[in-house]
């Protein structure tokens, strides 16, 4: 696939058919699974697509956009104000970008630290904003120990109470990555169990993020409700565009 270089008419069909490709899957999934297709939420991934990406999925429909970067997110949400769009902030987040992110994005899916939840509010409160905000869980202690972000599992409980509590943010639920070349069954079915604790006591946070380009299956068969889906639709993230 090319990304930035083809001509509107030829990259519209290219998305046409890789988003048509996608909702097949899920299609598919969910009838394996025995659930219904309007449970699922797909969200398009553009990190280092261009806006002229955002608005042609957009314009076949699309209306989730989910972005890493800060830097990235912010102009391209801007150039894309005119759209009808839901933005998710899916990536690590510093507490120095929370204001920044606090202005455009409607969800916040990388949640998994105290003080990212007291900035994120201060700035949602500031900027007159409501956040949904989930809590990012790791499924993987290396990947804790990595850096890559995440909350251990016996924090996650905590932290819901206190994104529920915090002016300006809404609970939404739990959000996972995959552990790297394993099989995701193992941690999204982890994931699960943890979505229904939260849901305990928080009877709305009823969003599960995960499942991506490699493993959506897997994730809506343990109980996803939100897909991020970036490379199976939009190509492979060779070219760095913006
Ligand atoms: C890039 C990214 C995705 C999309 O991954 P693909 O494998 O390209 O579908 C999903 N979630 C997060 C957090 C990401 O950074």
Not at 73 to 83: I, Y
Not at 112 to 121: E, F, I, Q, W
Not at 163 to 179: D, N, Q, T
Not at 205 to 229: K, N, P, Y
Request: hydrophobic fraction near 45%.
């Amino acid at each position: 696939m090319t990304a930035g270089g083809a001509a509107p008419r030829e990259r519209t069909a290219e998305l046409a058919e890789a988003l048509a490709a996608v909702r097949a899957r899920i299609a598919a999934a969910c009838a394996a699974a025995g659930r219904d297709e309007r449970e699922i939420t797909l969200i398009a991934v553009t990190k280092t697509f261009p806006a002229s990406d955002v608005r042609l999925l957009a314009g076949l429909g699309l209306t989730e956009v989910g972005e890493n970067r800060d830097q990235e997110a912010r102009p391209k949400a801007a150039e894309c104000a005119d759209l009808p769009l839901t933005w998710h902030f899916v990536g690590r987040l510093q507490t120095n970008k929370a204001r920044a992110v606090a202005g455009y994005a409607d969800v916040v899916h990388s949640v998994d630290r105290s003080r990212l939840v007291s900035a994120l509010s201060d700035a949602a409160v500031r900027g007159g904003r409501t956040l949904r905000c989930l809590v990012q869980v790791s499924l993987d202690e290396e990947e804790a120990a990595q850096g890559r972000g995440g909350a251990a599992p016996d924090a996650v409980p905590g932290l819901a109470d206190e994104i529920a509590g915090a002016p300006g943010l809404r609970l939404g639920g739990v959000m996972a990555v995959a552990p790297l070349g394993a099989d995701p069954v193992p941690a999204f079915t982890r994931l699960a169990r943890i979505a229904t604790e939260i849901r305990r006591n928080h009877p709305d946070a009823r969003i599960v993020s995960a499942g991506m380009s490699g493993d959506l299956e897997q994730a809506i068969a343990c109980g996803a409700t939100h897909l991020r889906v970036g490379t199976a639709l939009l190509g492979g993230r060779r070219a760095i565009v913006r």
